[in-house]
């Protein structure tokens, strides 16, 4: 499979992980991203022995994006740090067919997770075990029946843009797990991790990191080298 290395140092590595592919392994045997970047380490660097790699964060399986691993145990437990106190900025693509009825806005829901279905329940307000979740986004362009929005997650709960948007009118292109009436042609969905911005847990230098969206429709109808919308 091929994939983009987007940033690297000698603590942290960061890939355009194309959609289809898991983060890390699960309880299946399917290949994941980090074997992948185990291998192109191990090759490109000639290490002897197993590779180190810490997974900092996960995308869903049909969403593309960055995706951060850590090379050395220190950058993983400071970038987990970090993630833990919400020092860290992640801003996504979302497309839908359906607009919001505001341009911007933020959404506030309570989520539960049914582990079973690999599926969450979204309320409006607080029920048993579900957790508090937002979700910032604002409406960045249309074409024809294609609305691109962008959407800055502030908790970082399990699929959590994608029960959001459907909650609010907007199921994202191809995702039936959520509401979308017809699959994408490669089983991925409308959604893409654009960038994350975040202090270096070493250098301590901002770091912004971004990850193109892939060049097939609906991706291509939109034109996202502006980067403007992400300030």
């Avoid at 960061?14 to 959609?19: D, G, I, L, S």
């Avoid at 911007?104 to 049914?114: A, D, E």
Wanted: proline share 5%; glycine share 6%; net charge positive.
């Amino acid at each position: 499979m091929r994939f983009d290395i987007i940033y690297e140092d000698n603590h942290l590595i960061a890939v355009n992980k194309p959609a289809g592919i898991l983060v890390q392994r699960d309880a299946t045997t399917d290949l994941a991203m980090s074997d992948l970047v185990k291998k192109y380490i191990k090759r490109k660097y000639d290490k002897p022995g197993d590779v180190f790699l810490g997974t900092i964060h996960r995308i869903d399986r049909p969403v593309s994006g960055v995706t951060i691993y850590a090379r050395t145990s220190k950058g993983l437990s400071r970038m987990n740090e970090l993630w833990r106190t919400k020092k860290i900025r992640k801003t996504y693509i979302a497309l839908s067919h359906n607009n919001a009825d505001n341009f911007s806005g933020t959404l506030v829901h309570y989520i539960s997770k049914n582990a079973q279905k690999n599926k969450v329940n979204v309320y409006d307000k607080l029920k048993g075990d579900a957790k508090k979740s937002e979700t910032r986004y604002s409406l960045l362009s249309r074409i024809n029946n294609v609305f691109a929005f962008k959407a800055e997650p502030i908790t970082g709960r399990p699929h959590q843009i994608r029960a959001q948007f459907s909650r609010m009118g907007c199921p994202l292109i191809g995702d039936l797990k959520y509401g979308a009436s017809i699959p994408l042609e490669d089983k991925s969905i409308g959604l893409h991790a654009f960038s994350i911005e975040f202090e270096h847990p070493i250098k301590k230098s901002t770091i912004m990191i971004v990850a193109k969206p892939p060049k097939r429709p609906p991706w291509n109808f939109f034109d996202f080298e502006d980067k403007s919308f992400l300030d």
